[in-house]
């Protein structure tokens, strides 16, 4: 069995991550998945979360929303709208984002889509967490 696996990351708009990698940590709609070498295939749904990566001693980190992540037994593929690294975010706009967020959560109304405030508001402290670690 292979000691490492292809990760691939892919936005809309740039390839984010294409290395060999020993470990995966996913954000399933569901909840989180590990991924090692010679996992079973499968495709999953992508929630808001972050995404933990390891290669060699160097953990790197990136906060993610939605898209899909198909796993193979060497290589892992994730489609995701956003995804970015704890260097390119911008904590102030993060920060304004969660206070809109929580805003539309505070506020009552038949306009108001409780679900879109909270993918809102968990995107915002996703992205400001991961922009708080460090690459380990």
């Not at 990760?7 to 995966?24: F, G, S, W």
């Not at 709208?81 to 975010?89: F, K, N, P, Q």
């Not at 995107?123 to 460090?134: F, M, P, S």
């Amino acid at each position: 069995m292979a000691e490492t696996l292809e990760l691939e990351i892919v936005t809309p708009d740039r390839l984010v991550v294409r290395e060999k990698v020993e470990e995966v940590i996913i954000p399933g709609r569901s909840g989180y998945l590990g991924v090692l070498p010679g996992h079973a295939p499968l495709i999953t749904e992508l929630g808001v979360g972050e995404i933990t990566f390891r290669s060699g001693r160097t953990t790197m980190r990136l906060a993610v929303a939605w898209g899909f992540a198909e796993v193979l037994a060497d290589k892992v593929t994730i489609l995701a709208e956003s995804c970015e690294r704890a260097g390119e975010i911008d904590v102030a706009r993060a920060q304004q984002a969660k206070q809109r967020a929580e805003e539309v959560l505070r506020s009552q109304g038949p306009d108001v889509n409780y679900e879109e405030g909270q993918n809102a508001l968990k995107h915002a402290e996703t992205r400001i967490e991961v922009a708080g670690k460090k690459e380990q």
